[in-house]
């Protein structure tokens, strides 16, 4: 079945589900890219949320999915999980900043996410701030499955 061509004035979505896999993909275009500490913990942090996904598919029979979230003003967040088409938790990695994204809590509110998540870079990190949980991503990681 193919989709119906879409509606020219139609408004535009005020925000954008990207599926995540296909941006994590292209995430690396070039070798230069690599060198990029930040994008390569980005993409490893993708790499276990889609893991996570995948197992949710395949061994629970759950229609999990996993996005990133961009607005029509930039505004950002690296990774939202869905399951069943429901919003699960949201991830924003940082490699260096221990600030509490203003993105992340902005889309945590507009879109009733229940989980909020700020993964870091840096060991030895666990705490709340703001309803979002800022903690070292090694914890996080490894507590998928």
Do not use: C
Request: charged share 25%; glycine share 2%; net charge positive.
């Amino acid at each position: 079945m193919s989709r119906p061509p879409p509606n020219p004035r139609a408004p535009a979505p005020e925000i954008s589900l990207l599926h995540a896999a296909r941006a994590a993909a292209s995430a690396f275009s070039n070798a230069a890219d690599f060198q990029d500490e930040a994008a390569r913990f980005e993409n490893l942090v993708a790499s276990h949320l889609l893991k996570l996904v995948h197992w949710l598919h395949d061994r629970e029979g759950y229609a999990a999915k996993l996005y990133f979230l961009r607005d029509t003003s930039k505004r950002e967040v690296d990774f939202l999980v869905t399951v069943d088409e429901k919003v699960w938790f949201a991830v924003e990695a940082k490699s260096q900043d221990q600030a509490v994204s203003a993105n992340l809590r902005y889309f945590r509110d507009k879109l009733k996410i229940p989980f909020s998540y700020q993964a870091l870079r840096k060991e030895g990190v666990d705490r709340f701030s703001d309803g979002v949980r800022v903690l070292s991503a090694g914890k996080l990681l490894a507590a998928l499955i």
